[in-house]
């Protein structure tokens, strides 16, 4: 054993990276697919469902009718991925998420080395990895947040890179291109981060005037160019009166400007907390903040003042917005990361306060975990998943030696816990996706949408008037049905069936051949025939 600890120990750090690298092949892949849809994975899986039926690209729809809640670039991923696939399931949607996370990981490490060792770099994008949020919850789920947190780190840093060689034309047209993909994956929230980002790094670089300049137009028409050729398009098709006007208000319906001031209040205060929360344990770098010369430290590196003046000109967008999904904030993580790893460098020779607490508290979480991972069979019914003795003690033995490395091999702790946070992470997937999603509300959502539509799709399905459908159910559906399930007032169709909300239209005349159970209790739609 000891030799082992000794071997281990004298790796090399190139070889630790590539360890860990390997390891992250199974944490963010192994049972991808066991969860069925959440509703806004469903929503965005069905839309390019839909569109692949239709073959129309660009005026997206849902049961046919007009969906405006976000342009098309997510699903044409999703569609693209899904003919690669080979079918209309959870992993296309799924391993998008997955590729540009890795894609994510890939800009940090390149961004940061120009201005850090190898090292710093690769904990910089690591770390930003396995933040409790990410590895554990929106690594899993097919959402436009992970490519579009993406696309806009990469604005940020591309702002940074081309302002410090004074490129200004290149600085401007980039960043404008990237707002507009920006905008053809979530809409008017692109443009809010460009406006602040070029605020604040032109002051950063002491060239305001540039906002005035004919480049900083060039940029703009560039970015005009994009957009103009998607709206002139779109424009084909449908009126872009109805087009603007809700993605302005789906950028703005979390925010203040339609939130209650003692929401907002509120919000002010748990914000931080919150953040912290979500984004642990390496949200605990927040405690190299608390020092009397952060100011003077921070400063004292071009590229982590950057990274704080850019955090501070964005985040106060999210910091008022009373309602604030966790996943909204991915893109700041790296830039956090980034400064608060350069402060603890600063402080690590030193053995601080701030660095003693930080290496103790990630330290008892490393320790008491092969104990938690060990306790599994206790906790959860082993005849639901016979494998879970073996996989808790495998598990909890190689967290036990990784716990042992963290607190012998001081000067590569960070590593050696991101290890163990990724083989926490293959448990997670071994063991408690399977069981929490056994029968559970949304499976079996997903399991009786695909049997009713095996066993009543001989005649064509309509949804009856304004029935309230749940978008996981109604993808199973259409997945298998093959065609688009419309929206109808007429009850006399020939040969139809028709999707009934139970609770709006108790009293709906016909027989009802089945019922679908969806993830929402108090959502059930039956399946009806008119005789």
Request: aromatic share 16%.
């Amino acid at each position: 054993m000891q030799s082992i600890l000794n071997g281990l120990r004298a790796l090399p750090v190139r070889y630790l990276m590539a360890g860990i690298l390997l390891l992250c092949i199974p944490a963010f892949l192994v049972n991808l697919n066991i969860a069925a849809f959440i509703g806004d994975e469903a929503i965005r899986a069905w839309v390019a469902l839909e569109m692949d039926i239709s073959g129309n690209y660009f005026a997206t729809t849902m049961h046919g009718a007009p969906y405006i809640n976000k342009p098309p670039l997510f699903n044409w991923l999703i569609l693209v991925a899904t003919k690669l696939w080979g079918s209309f399931d959870e992993m296309p949607s799924r391993l998008i998420t997955v590729f540009f996370l890795a894609v994510f990981g890939w800009t940090i490490f390149r961004s940061v080395r120009r201005h850090f060792s190898p090292e710093f770099a690769f904990l910089a994008a690591i770390t930003t990895l396995t933040s409790g949020r990410i590895l554990f919850y929106d690594s899993m789920l097919g959402l436009i947040d992970t490519t579009f947190s993406w696309v806009m780190y990469l604005l940020f840093m591309t702002v940074y890179f081309f302002g410090r060689k004074e490129q200004w034309l290149q600085l401007f047209v980039s960043s404008y291109l990237l707002m507009a993909t920006g905008f053809l994956l979530k809409g008017f929230p692109a443009i809010v981060f460009l406006g602040l980002t070029l605020a604040a790094a032109l002051f950063f670089f002491n060239r305001l005037r540039l906002l005035f300049s004919w480049k900083h137009l060039a940029g703009m028409c560039a970015g005009a160019a994009m957009l103009g050729l998607y709206l002139a398009v779109y424009a084909q098709y449908r009126p872009l009166e109805e087009l603007i006007p809700n993605l302005l208000h789906e950028s703005v319906k979390r925010t203040a400007v339609q939130r209650s001031p003692l929401e907002s209040i509120a919000h002010l205060f748990t914000f931080p907390f919150e953040s912290v929360y979500h984004f642990l344990p390496f949200s605990l770098l927040l405690l190299f903040w608390l020092n009397k010369n952060l100011w003077q430290r921070i400063r004292s590196n071009p590229f982590v003042y950057y990274n704080f003046i850019i955090l501070a000109a964005n985040l106060p967008v999210y910091w008022t917005s009373s309602q604030v999904v966790p996943r909204y904030l991915l893109m700041f993580i790296p830039l956090f990361n980034v400064i608060g790893l350069y402060l603890m460098e600063q402080e690590a020779p030193e053995r601080s306060w701030r660095f003693r607490s930080f290496y103790y508290l990630l330290g008892g979480i490393l320790a008491i975990s092969p104990i938690a991972v060990a306790a599994t069979p206790f906790l959860v019914d082993v005849h639901l998943w016979p494998m879970v003795r073996p996989l808790s003690i495998g598990l909890a033995l190689a967290l036990g030696l990784f716990a042992v490395l963290y607190f012998t091999d001081k000067q590569r702790f960070m590593w050696w816990f991101v290890a163990a946070l990724l083989v926490i992470r293959i448990g997670f997937d071994l063991i408690v996706l399977p069981i929490r999603h056994h029968e559970n509300d949304i499976s079996i959502a997903r399991r009786d949408a695909i049997d009713m539509a095996v066993k009543h799709g001989d005649r064509h399905w309509y949804v009856y008037a304004d029935s309230e459908t749940r978008e996981p159910a109604m993808f199973y559906a259409t997945a298998r049905l093959g065609y688009i399930v419309e929206r109808t007032n007429d009850t006399g169709i020939p040969n139809a069936l028709y999707l009934v909300n139970l609770r709006q239209y108790p009293h709906f005349q016909g027989r009802c051949l089945d019922t679908l159970r969806t993830d929402y209790k108090t959502t059930t739609l039956g399946l009806f025939v008119r005789e």
